[in-house]
Nanobody
């Protein structure tokens, strides 16, 4: 198991910014692919961003506004969210994939955090 703990969510006005953090414990995640997904009210879980040792990917809906990064020394992954919109309101989940291959499919990830709520008011 790789416990993942998200933090940094909250209430923000449209146009504002938040930075989410995902801290792993128990073992290093430096070789893992890490992803951020979100689930809005009444919606299915959707891909937001992912990062591996060889690159990253980001959803079209957040491209140019969100950025994913990792600090392997801190065993932590970040999601910087700028120019937030009301449609970004969701629970944001961090996930880890053991085989290190980047994926936008949530069922391919092995470990999940508990989620952090992001609410954007218009």
């Amino acid at each position: 198991q790789v416990p993942l703990v998200e933090s940094g969510g909250g209430l923000v006005q449209a146009g504002g910014s938040l930075r989410l953090s995902c801290a792993a414990s128990g073992r290093t995640i430096s070789s893992y692919a890490m992803g951020w997904f979100r689930q809005g009210p009444g919606k299915e879980r959707e891909f937001v961003a992912a990062i591996s040792t060889s690159g990253g990917a980001i959803a079209e809906s957040v491209k140019g506004r969100f950025a994913i990064s990792r600090d392997d020394a801190k065993n932590t992954v970040y999601l910087q969210m700028n120019s937030l919109k009301s449609e970004d309101t969701a629970v944001y989940y961090c996930a880890a994939r053991r085989n290190g291959v980047l994926s936008w499919i949530w069922t391919e990830y092995d470990y999940w955090g508990q989620g952090t709520q992001v609410t954007v008011s218009s």
